[in-house]
């Protein structure tokens, strides 16, 4: 038994007529310039019946619907393979100018086209039924300004690289100073490096918690995370745990950067992991003081634990940070003495702990400071020299 199609009609069989009122919106169309794929898509039309009722109208090029963006559609399809090369991808966004959108709009309410597929979804169909896709994958942005101005490109998930980086020099910074370059940072250093390895449109620095550029991070290294927008994989991968790991395998573990800035333990993850520091942190820092130091007084510092800091915003941030008054722990104190006016200080302490604050007392913004620990009645004036992170905690 043949197909439906196959069977020819008898001169008996009546032939199912068109709805008056199908044949009156398509003469309609017509007459508002509209283009024959428009109201093949506006009147929900199969593509035999739209071939028969209306192969061809005046304004295929210049529809006031699409503005000729259906008519071009092998060539987008062309564009679109050329530019996604040997991959697959996820799904599609496409970008239309507004007045398409309007335009179409307001005939799909003139005309009461609930069921009618709007331009995007139109060229989504099409698409997805000619180009290959996946169930995972990046994602297709098509940008259609008019017939000839089309613009794609492959949108892959954000990664992160993360790991712990170490700044073995007084003269960089965590981050990047908006104004001047007269000192580099650690994330211009990491972003240098990393781009040697991984191709994507931009990378984003975060890092738990950051010192200041005259305190070096030495130790255990300070957590870090770099996003990498649209990471381009060495090869098509089958799913996303795939492209995770083909992207993993582009990065060194350890790397050494300019400007004695280094990373180390660094892989690839799918997931932003948080950088909110949670952590106690271990701190060795050159105190001097303004008048010699006596064994009994530094001895008052010896051993002590869980000091209660009372710290109000420093002025050295009172500028860019809102003045509130916070409450930060000294778990640890310890000292080596290097002379009568120099010590050694050793501290661990609560997240946020402003230690120069603390060797200084900030004009009394802190409470209690080294000085009040050393000799309440009669504090030495104190002042930190040089100071080093040399270790933050795990999670």
């Known amino acids: 038994m043949g197909s439906f199609l196959s069977v020819p009609k008898t001169s008996n069989e009546p032939k199912r007529a068109t709805p008056q009122h199908i044949l009156d919106g398509i003469e309609d169309l017509k007459s508002r310039g509209v283009c024959s794929k428009c109201i093949q898509r506006l009147m929900s039309l199969d593509l035999l019946t739209s071939k028969r009722l209306c192969p061809?109208?005046?304004?295929?090029?210049?529809?006031?619907?699409?503005?000729?963006?259906?008519?071009?559609?092998?060539?987008?399809?062309?564009?679109?393979?050329?530019?996604?090369g040997p991959y697959s991808y996820h799904d599609v966004q496409i970008e239309i100018p507004p007045n398409l959108i309007k335009a179409d709009d307001k005939i799909c309410r003139q005309y009461d086209l609930a069921t009618s597929c709007n331009i995007k979804n139109y060229l989504k169909a099409k698409l997805n039924h000619e180009l290959p896709h996946t169930n995972s994958g990046p994602t297709l942005i098509l940008h259609i300004a008019g017939p000839t101005d089309i613009q794609c490109k492959l949108k892959w998930p954000d990664l992160f690289i993360t790991g712990r980086y170490f700044k073995k020099s007084r003269r960089v910074s965590n981050s990047r100073f908006f104004k001047g370059n007269s000192i580099t940072s650690v994330e211009t250093e990491l972003i240098k490096e990393f781009s040697k390895y991984v191709k994507c449109s931009q990378f984003t620095f975060a890092s738990s918690g950051r010192e200041d550029a005259d305190v070096r991070m030495i130790g255990s290294g300070r957590p870090f995370a770099l996003k990498m927008k649209d990471p381009v994989p060495p090869h098509p991968p089958k799913d996303i745990d795939e492209y995770v790991e083909s992207v993993n395998a582009l990065i060194p573990k350890d790397i050494e950067c300019e400007n004695c800035v280094a990373a180390a333990n660094c892989h690839v993850v799918l997931q932003q992991p948080s950088m909110e520091p949670k952590h106690m942190k271990r701190y060795r820092s050159v105190v001097t003081f303004t008048r010699p130091v006596s064994d009994e007084e530094l001895q008052r510092i010896e051993g002590l634990e869980n000091i209660v800091l009372h710290q109000r915003t420093p002025l050295r941030v009172a500028q860019k940070k809102e003045i509130q008054d916070r409450e930060r722990t000294i778990m640890k104190l310890g000292y080596q003495r290097i002379s009568p006016r120099f010590i050694l200080l050793d501290l661990e302490t609560s997240k946020g702990t402003y230690i120069k604050e603390f060797v200084n007392s900030d004009f009394g913004r802190t409470v209690p400071s080294l000085g009040q620990l050393l000799n309440p009645d009669d504090p030495p004036q104190c002042q930190l020299l040089q100071l080093d992170v040399v270790y933050v905690a795990e999670e």
């Open 56 to 84: 061809t109208t005046d304004h295929e090029n210049d529809c006031i619907a699409c503005h000729g963006v259906l008519q071009i559609i092998p060539k987008v399809k062309q564009i679109v393979s050329d530019a996604i």
